[in-house]
């Protein structure tokens, strides 16, 4: 089994920036790719970055110049910059995890980490 486990969420200021980590464990030969996706009230998920391969980086419109996807192994790691109350939401950690060698990538997800912007 794989877990995804999220931190780094909570409130923050307009303007203000914030770092969000995802740690993946359990049986994993390899991740073929790991993403930040939001929610927020109302609104259907979206995804905010993506990190796939050895570096190769995608960024929602919305987010670019503001905010950087980075891993490390099996962890990565999103920073805010420039926040703007529009970033209130429910971030979820998504991973697609080689389980064993040669075998297709499966889908999992974290359990989500708020991040409120606010003054």
Same mark, same amino acid.
């Given at each position: 089994?794989?877990?995804?486990?999220?931190?780094?969420?909570?409130?923050?200021?307009?303007?203000? %920036?914030?770092?969000?980590?995802?740690?993946? !464990?359990?049986?994993?030969? %390899? #991740?073929?790719?790991? !993403?930040? /996706?939001?929610?927020?009230?109302?609104?259907?998920?979206?995804?905010?970055?993506?990190?796939?391969?050895?570096?190769?980086?995608?960024?929602?419109?919305?987010?670019?110049?503001?905010?950087? #996807?980075?891993?490390?192994?099996?962890?990565?790691?999103?920073?805010?910059?420039?926040?703007?109350?529009?970033?209130?939401?429910? /971030?979820?950690? /998504?991973?697609?995890?080689?389980?064993?060698?040669? !075998?297709?990538?499966?889908?999992?997800?974290?359990?989500?980490?708020?991040?409120?912007?606010?003054?």
């Amino acid at each position: 089994q794989v877990q995804l486990v999220e931190s780094g969420g909570g409130l923050v200021q307009p303007g203000g %920036s914030l770092r969000l980590s995802c740690t993946a !464990s359990g049986t994993i030969f %390899s #991740i073929n790719a790991m !993403s930040w /996706y939001r929610q927020a009230p109302g609104k259907e998920r979206e995804l905010v970055a993506t990190f796939a391969g050895r570096a190769v980086t995608n960024y929602a419109d919305s987010v670019k110049g503001r905010f950087t #996807i980075s891993r490390d192994e099996n962890s990565v790691f999103l920073q805010m910059t420039s926040l703007k109350p529009d970033g209130t939401a429910v /971030y979820y950690c /998504y991973a697609l995890v080689i389980l064993r060698a040669w !075998s297709a990538g499966r889908p999992y997800w974290g359990k989500g980490t708020l991040v409120t912007v606010s003054s």
